[in-house]
């Protein structure tokens, strides 16, 4: 059975109601340490609403719109001459 903590208003504590902001954006809990005692201030868990599902002619059109979108950005075969420079490996091989 989940118990629920009765809330604290943080109105007019300025750092804990910080931490209660940067905890909300973030989404990442914060361990609060105080003279030996710790406490775990974590986000409240909210339902996310369920995504439109998208049709498969949305998705055709989305997919068409992308067409051609990296043209024109990079050289194909500089890119492939700088891909093979990396991949060399002029290392020793390793013995056991």
Do not use: C
């Amino acid at each position: 059975m989940a118990e629920h903590a009765a809330p604290i208003d943080a109105t007019h504590m300025p750092d804990v109601s910080r931490l209660v902001r940067e905890v909300a954006r973030t989404g990442q809990a914060r361990k609060i340490l105080a003279d030996g005692d710790e406490a775990v201030l974590a986000p409240a868990s909210r339902r996310r609403s369920r995504a439109k599902q998208q049709t498969q002619a949305e998705f055709e059109a989305e997919m068409r719109a992308t067409f051609g979108g990296l043209k024109d950005l990079i050289d194909p075969d500089e890119f492939k001459r700088q891909r093979r420079e990396l991949q060399v490996d002029n290392r020793e091989p390793r013995s056991l």
